[in-house]
């Protein structure tokens, strides 16, 4: 069983990185941006790092990411416009991923088709986005 949820978590973060592959580098001038933060929360408890928040764009375009910090909270900008929203974990002090279940993460909140989370991001604006992703 673990070595199944580290083979779901190595797959995880190797389609997220395929698909946000640009996120890092200068936008192009076609692409709008807004900014969003929030705070990502297992049974109301702040998530404690381990873990990024991915944006990727119903328009098709690349996405970004965001290091969830200690107290649960991220801060990234993104293409404006409706954007699914996943998680994907992290590497470890260990060089591990991060098991997501050992979080009380619920497997789904790891596939933008079935997390069911979304967030509008507002061109030139401030957004605020909290998700609750817990057992």
Known sequence: MMRSVQLLSLLAVIASLSIVGG???????????GEISGRVTVKGTPLAGGMQVVFLPASGEKGAFADIGADG??????????????????VGGDGAYVDPAK??????????RDSGLTAEVIEGDKKMAD?????
């Open 103 to 112: 979080l009380g993460v619920l497997p789904q909140y790891l596939d933008a």
């Open 73 to 90: 909270t991220y801060k990234t900008e993104a293409v404006a416009g409706a954007n699914q929203v996943y998680l994907v974990p992290t």
């Open 23 to 33: 996120c890092g580098s200068a936008p192009s001038d076609s692409r709008k941006f």
């Open 131 to 135: 998700f609750e992703v817990g057992q």
